[in-house]
């Protein structure tokens, strides 16, 4: 297992936004952290480094994150580019989804009353065609989760597709195609988002249609088991012969309402389905999170990282990139990396 050492820096505060770093700590040698927040008020991490994913929790009245524990080792695991391990929780069960080198995903189980992990289970049922690394996981009742990925199955050409688990990630059910786009492929290099609700699904990807690269939002009302036409999201286009590496996020208000945040050349949007973007500023990496009363979207943005609450105006939380955000108790959890380090920063209102 790798050392783990934290260094808990001074306490700073914000005048011009009136926004207190709670505390800030930094975790040795990892990659490409993600944090998510469950209904009791606990953050949850999870990180790669090498073949090891690690996973940690915050709680509520405690604002630094506990010491690591190495979950697994999946040997070639994929960790970089937005492609590290994935993560969800319930009151009941966590579940970590990560992708080796071979294509394959996997999901890792916690149930949370006994405290245990689950071996390995393999989602996607034809193997190894998740080649390009990108999935994303969404818890949408206590026992239910849903994952996506890019998958290359039939044709070796890209397309979404997902399963679901009914069991808290401990079987998944045979994978269902989402999405093929008519010119062949979706955009092969951006991340793929989900977000799920009861029976409700969204899935955010980029496409790759008659030559533009934007951003399509595909919906379920029955729980994954057939989903509408995708629909493309904002009025503009993003014409380019190349892949931006960029796939933004999809998250729900507590009303199950989608809020959609993605980039288009240098400018970053957010975007609810059937209306026009709204620009918020310029960077890439941009993902978010809401609450009954918060909206937190985080970039980064030539080498810093910013973090944008509602309608403030956006605040610079320091060097780094890759962030993540979770919100709980009027609290804005952030994760970074910066220079292989994982940095983490709580700003309260």
């Known amino acids: 297992m790798w050392l783990?050492?934290?260094?808990?820096?001074?306490?700073?505060?914000?005048?011009?936004?009136?926004?207190?770093?709670?505390?800030?700590?930094?975790?040795a040698s990892c990659h490409l952290p993600v944090v998510v927040s469950d209904?009791?008020?606990?953050?949850?991490?999870v990180y790669g480094q090498d073949s090891t994913i690690f996973y940690a929790v915050a709680t509520k009245k405690r604002a630094q994150f506990s010491q690591p524990v190495a979950i697994t080792t999946l040997s070639q695991l994929v960790a970089g580019a937005k492609r590290g391990p994935q993560i969800a929780s319930t009151e009941k069960y966590v579940v970590i989804t990560?992708?080796?080198?071979a294509g394959n995903l996997f999901a890792y189980s916690l149930d949370r009353k006994s405290g245990?992990?689950?071996?390995?289970v393999r989602i996607n049922d034809v193997p190894e065609v998740a080649k390009e690394g990108f999935q994303a996981i969404a818890s949408a009742s206590p026992n239910v989760f849903q994952a996506t990925?890019?998958?290359?199955r039939a044709d070796k050409r890209n397309k979404i597709v997902m399963a679901t688990s009914r069991d808290g990630g401990r079987t998944w059910s045979?994978?269902?195609?989402?999405?093929?786009?008519?010119?062949?492929?979706v955009c092969?290099?951006?991340k793929v988002s989900i977000a799920a609700k009861d029976n409700n699904v969204y899935i955010q990807f980029r496409n790759w249609l008659n030559s533009s690269r934007d951003l399509y939002l595909s919906h379920s009302a029955d729980g994954g088991a057939t989903f509408a036409p995708a629909q493309k999201l904002g009025s503009g286009t993003w014409q380019l012969n190349a892949c931006p590496m960029d796939g933004g996020a999809v998250t729900l208000s507590s009303s199950g309402q989608p809020l959609t945040v993605w980039r288009r050349e240098r400018t970053l949007f957010t975007c609810r389905p059937g209306q026009s973007e709204q620009a918020?500023?310029?960077?890439?990496?941009?993902?978010?999170?809401?609450?009954?009363?918060?909206?937190?979207?985080?970039?980064?943005?030539?080498?810093?990282?910013?973090?944008?609450?509602?309608?403030n105006d956006p605040i610079n939380l320091g060097k780094g990139q890759l962030p993540s955000v979770a919100l709980t108790n009027q609290s804005a959890v952030c994760v970074w990396e910066m220079d292989g380090q994982v940095m983490t920063t709580t700003v309260h209102l």
Request: charged content about 20%; some cysteine; aromatic content about 8%.
């Open 4 to 27: 783990i050492s934290f260094v808990v820096s001074i306490v700073s505060f914000l005048t011009t936004q009136h926004l207190p770093f709670e505390v800030s700590e930094r975790v």
């Open 39 to 45: 209904e009791t008020g606990m953050v949850h991490l």
């Open 280 to 311: 918020i500023g310029t960077g890439r990496n941009v993902t978010a999170s809401t609450s009954p009363s918060d909206t937190a979207v985080v970039w980064d943005d030539d080498g810093m990282v910013w973090l944008k609450r509602n309608s």
């Open 149 to 152: 990925w890019l998958d290359l």
């Open 98 to 101: 990560a992708v080796n080198r």
């Open 188 to 190: 092969e290099c951006c």
């Open 174 to 185: 045979a994978n269902r195609v989402v999405y093929r786009s008519p010119s062949g492929t």
């Open 116 to 120: 245990r992990w689950s071996s390995a």
